[in-house]
C-alpha cells in the first residue's frame, strides 16, 4: 500500500461502519499478520509515531489545530521491516474524547475495536502519568461489556480471563515528557514509572475503588507492559508542521525516544493468533477480516 486507508468510518447516521474496499486489502494478505494500534486522547499527536513505524515522514494524517483531523479507524500495511514473509499491519485511530462528536459510544467501539484486532495497543498520551491519564482509560474498565470469548464447545462465553489470553502486549507512550524519571529520590525506568503509576491504594472505600479500577484493569487485562517517554519534538510554533521538518529541526532526544520505540515494536509485537495459538492472516477463520464482519448489523456498530 502506498499510504493509509479508512478501515472503519463514521457513516451518515453516525455508527461505525467497515470500508468494503479496504476489508478486500485486509482479505487479500496472504501471510502473516502483525497488526499495531495506537489509541489516545486526540491532538496527542498519536499519528506521528504511526508515520515513525511506517518509515515514513507523511502517511497518516497528522493535522495542525485543535479538532480532531483522524476519523475512524485507517489502516496501512507494510512489509516488516524485520520479519521477511510477515505483514506489518498498522492502525491509526479517532482520537478518544473528541467534543465534537458528544457520543462516547463511538469512542468506546473504537478502543474495543482496536484491542481485537491489534497484537500490539499503544496508548498515547501527554505530559504525565496522573489521575487524568488513568481516567480517560476508562474505556479499559468496560471491555468485558463489548468482547466476549465463546467456548470451543457451545455458545456460553467463558469467564472474563480468557480473552486476556487473546488481548494485545500494551505500550504507553507519555508525549511532552518533561520531568526527571525519579521516585522518591531514586532514578527509575521508563517502565518502573509506568508500574509505580499502576499501584493500588488499600482500602474498599468508593474514592480508593475508583482510583483503583482502572489500574486493576489494566494490570489484569494487560500483563504484557512497557513505557516509553517523549519530550516535545521542536519549539511550540513548528508542532503543526511536524510532517515537513527535518529530522535537523527535531531535538535529538526526541529522535533517539522515537528510533527506540520503533526499535521495540518491531522487535517485540507479535502475529495475531487465534485459540490454539494459530498465527492469522488476512483469509483466515478469525482473522481480522472476519472480526470486522462479526459487527454487529453485518459490519456496523
Known sequence: MEGPVCLVGNGADGQLEVNPAALEILRGLAQPVVPVAIVG???TGKSYLMNALAGKQRGFSL???IQSHTKGIWMWCLPHPRRAG???VLLDTEGLGDVEKGDTKNDTWIFALAVLLSSTLVYNSKGTIDQYAMEQLHFVSELTEHI??????GDDA??????VRFFPSFVWAVRDFTLELRIEGQLVTEDQYLEHALELRKGTN????EYNLPR????????TRKCFVFVQPASRQEMGRLDSLPDSALDPLFLDQTRRFCGYVFQCSNVKTVKGGIPVNGKAP??????LLALPTGGRV
Open 41 to 43: 486522547l486526540y491532538r
Open 86 to 88: 510477515h505483514t506489518l
Open 216 to 223: 486493576q484493569c489494566i494490570r489484569n487485562f494487560f500483563p
Open 148 to 153: 466476549k470469548v465463546k467456548a470451543q464447545r
Open 158 to 163: 467463558e469467564e472474563d480471563t480468557e480473552f
Open 206 to 209: 468508593k474514592k480508593v475503588m
Open 63 to 65: 493535522g495542525s489545530t
Open 286 to 291: 478469525r482473522s481480522p477480516a472476519e472480526i
